[in-house]
């Protein structure tokens, strides 16, 4: 089933909660980012910007109200929604035998199809994200910050009209978080619509919308 998008945000949710034993991991939240919205989601250690997050892919149940992807009810299961949202919340699958540049080069192909159209993509957003210096290397061969790179190239390089990102600025410095607020504005600018769960003020600053949890 095709996703709707004339006049419906992207991501949206209305009272989404999430209560496990009497506990409230996510209190009752609002909000919705149309097409080319850049929002972040704040707050303190544990007032569940993570759960958020995982109650869009599925991986945490609401408990009350709802999450939606172009209006319709969230549900990984179905491949339009796939096809929709990219994500970087769990860590992502990664092959200890292929180099970075192989499996960037990979899940674009696997998107777009193995084209020149499609190798140029990955090399961009490899150069983008400074990867180049290393990505002939295999994943146990490089730093947790250059894995951090890698992961957010792998969510990058694949067609997303939204992404959920879970604290992208987990173990880089300045510089890199620079870069990847770049990219998550050009991509905004193209229409992606971002929801980014951080602590790093640079975000902050440089989105148009906010969810304020906790
Ligand atoms: N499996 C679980 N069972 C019970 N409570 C949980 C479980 N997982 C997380 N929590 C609680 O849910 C709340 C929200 O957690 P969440 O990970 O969403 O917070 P967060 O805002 O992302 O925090 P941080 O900034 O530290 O990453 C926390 O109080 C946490 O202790």
Redesign the pocket.
């Known amino acids: 089933m095709a996703v709707r998008t004339t006049g419906v945000p992207v991501l949206a949710a209305d009272g989404a909660t999430v209560a496990?034993g009497g506990?409230t991991?996510?209190a009752p939240t609002t909000f919705a980012v149309a097409p080319g919205g850049f929002w972040c989601v704040t707050?303190?250690?544990?007032?569940?910007?993570?759960?958020?997050l995982r109650a869009f892919l599925g991986s945490r149940s609401l408990t009350g109200g709802s999450c939606s992807i172009g209006g319709e009810p969230a549900d990984m299961a179905r491949p339009s929604h796939r096809r929709v949202l990219a994500s970087l919340v769990e860590p992502v699958p990664i092959a200890r035998d292929m180099t970075l540049r192989e499996q960037v080069s990979l899940v674009a192909a696997s998107w777009y199809g193995n084209t020149s159209d499609t190798a140029g993509r990955a090399e961009g957003i490899i150069e983008r994200l400074g990867l180049s210096p290393f990505v002939e290397r295999f994943p146990h061969q490089v730093s947790s910050g250059q894995l951090q790179l890698f992961s957010l190239a792998l969510t990058f390089v694949r067609p997303a009209r939204a992404a959920l990102l879970d604290?992208p600025e987990r173990h880089l410095d300045d510089h890199r978080v620079g870069l990847v607020a770049g990219l998550i504005a050009e991509r905004a600018e193209q229409g992606t619509a971002f929801l980014v769960?951080t602590?790093e003020a640079a975000l902050v600053e440089a989105c148009d919308g906010r969810v304020e949890?906790g």
């Open positions: 496990v506990t991991l996510l707050g303190g250690n544990g007032s569940g910007k993570t759960t958020l604290e769960a602590h949890l």
